[in-house]
Nanobody, 124 residues
């Protein structure tokens, strides 16, 4: 059983930045994805990174603003979020996906393990 723990959420003004972290022991062979869910909306994929770190994907809405990275030595995946907008407000979840090639990640349902989420609020 893989346990994922997110941190780094909070309140930030539009245009500001936050860095989310997702920590778990033993996840170096998993692709990791970040998803978010805003009130009244379905959960959507934000970004993912393959187990090797060589493959990444981003939702169109965050391309050029968010950057995903991982440090397998520290068992941590990061989501750097810049130029934040009010529409980025949501609960952000990290999730682990097994069975992928080391260079592949996909932003779609079916991840095996999920964290509890961290709230991100973008407001002035």
């Amino acid at each position: 059983q893989l346990q994922l723990v997110e941190s780094g959420g909070g309140l930030v003004q539009p245009g500001g930045s936050l860095r989310l972290s997702c920590a778990a022991s033993g996840f170096r062979y998993y692709a990791i994805g970040w998803f978010r869910q805003a009130p009244g909306k379905e959960r959507e994929g934000v970004s993912c990174i393959s187990s090797s770190g060589s493959g990444t994907n981003y939702a169109d809405s965050v391309k050029g603003r968010f950057t995903i990275s991982r440090d397998n030595a520290k068992n941590t995946v990061y989501l750097q979020m810049n130029s934040l907008k009010p529409e980025d407000t949501a609960i952000y979840y990290c999730a682990a996906d097994s069975g992928r090639l080391s260079s592949v990640c996909v932003l779609r349902p079916g991840y095996d393990y999920w964290g509890q989420g961290t709230q991100v609020t973008v407001s002035s």
